[in-house]
């Protein structure tokens, strides 16, 4: 009965998306995906995957293509601050674009400095006019920390040479809806380590507004289009945990998804790297996996055109997700041995036991690698925020 009202209240919503104007050519999604050499069938198992990635009913299929298909009525404003586009890069996949991308490509795109072909005053009046045009309607994109205060010269843009941290303010303060793109702009990443020479920060310190984290070193691609279907469906933020990050791409942990969790649980660990339990896939977690520690869905979307990710690949997560990871995760190739979680059992946390682990001290360490998820419920959400 729920799943039905739901369906009935997203198919209204996505009615009356479609009364809005097209903001791009007259080009269907289906003829710009088939130019691209994408089937109706690829599409169709697309939008079931971005279904179930967003927890609905296989039965919602459908109004996920159809919201795909509706990208075009929302414009978006994606700005660049402190980073290295790795972030767009990530999403466009230029060498060999996926059907996210492509669909991004889709999407009424206003403002994308990477993607532009106009420079300095021409794309500062490009990024103003988009502003007032779309008062009220856009969706705000920010990728890269923000040098902040007194410090905020060290990012100035464009040919009146604003700083980043005013254009995001100013951007945000029109925005119908903000996402933070990669960790830098949701955490305020490598910039915002310790020193923090430049006081970067977060798009959230910036702007009083609500801004959805999308963070990862770069993000997955189904991450951040799939944070913008959820919005175009609902026309709502999503269900977010303590730290703003969307609780269907962020709800569990590296180590809950992972293929080697069989490994740590039987005991079984890579020593060093290219050792005997390397070569047979044994778990990363004395050799640095930041796993336990790290909210993301990687092993699920994976990387290389969905072809890999970082621990298949033999080295461990560096918990790149997180706030302030670059400080607080780090020697990545070590164990994390409690320096965080050192009130779990005394100190008997996740590291103190995985020399030892066996079957029966399963329990203990799995309430010790849990310790985060715990914290993390009872954390301000601000609370980490670098």
């Avoid at 697309?46 to 159809?66: D, E, Q, R, S, Y």
């Avoid at 779309?134 to 890269?144: N, R, S, T």
């Avoid at 029109?174 to 380590?193: E, K, L, P, R």
Wanted: with cysteine; charged share 20%; net charge negative.
């Amino acid at each position: 009965m729920q799943a039905e009202k739901l369906y009935e209240k997203l198919s209204k919503r996505l009615i009356e998306l479609e009364k809005l104007p097209k903001l791009k050519e007259n080009k269907t999604i289906s003829k710009h995906l088939d130019e691209k050499g994408i089937s109706r069938r690829d599409f169709m198992k697309w939008a079931a995957a971005i279904t179930a990635m967003l927890a609905l009913p296989g039965t919602f299929t459908p109004l996920v293509a159809k919201a795909a298909k509706l990208a075009d009525r929302l414009p978006i404003i994606w700005l660049h601050m402190a980073e290295c586009t790795g972030c767009s890069e990530s999403l466009l996949r230029t060498d060999a674009p996926t059907i996210d991308s492509l669909i991004f490509d889709y999407i009424s795109l206003e403002y994308h400095e990477t993607l532009m072909a106009a420079a300095g005053w021409q794309a500062e009046e490009n990024l103003e006019n988009a502003i007032e045009k779309y008062k009220g309607q856009y969706i705000l994109m920010v990728e890269g920390g923000i040098p902040s205060g007194e410090n905020a010269h060290f990012l100035t843009i464009g040919g009146h040479g604003k700083t980043g941290e005013q254009n995001a303010i100013d951007a945000a303060e029109h925005a119908a809806a903000i996402f933070a793109i990669g960790t830098c702009s949701s955490y305020g990443g490598v910039q915002a380590a310790i020193p923090n020479p430049t006081g970067a920060v977060a798009l959230s310190k910036v702007t009083s507004k609500t801004v959805i984290n999308v963070p990862g070193c770069p993000p997955s691609e189904k991450n951040i289009v799939g944070t913008l279907l959820h919005y175009i469906l609902y026309g709502t933020l999503p269900a977010l945990d303590v730290y703003n990050r969307p609780k269907w791409a962020y709800g569990l942990r590296i180590h809950d998804l992972c293929e080697r969790r069989g490994h740590f649980d039987a005991g079984e660990f890579v020593e060093e790297f290219g050792d005997e339990g390397a070569k047979k896939g044994f778990c990363l977690y004395k050799v640095g996996c930041k796993g336990p520690y790290t909210f993301n869905n990687c092993s699920k979307n994976k990387f290389n055109s969905h072809m890999s990710w970082p621990i298949q690949a033999g080295h461990g997560c560096i918990g790149c997700s997180e706030p302030g990871f670059w400080d607080t995760m780090g020697p990545f190739e070590e164990p994390v041995a409690n320096r965080l979680y050192n009130t779990v059992f005394k100190g008997l946390g996740a590291d103190a036991t995985a020399d030892k682990i066996g079957v029966g001290l399963l329990t203990v360490t799995g309430i010790g690698i849990a310790a985060h998820a715990v914290i993390s419920k009872i954390k301000n959400p601000k609370d980490g925020e670098e």
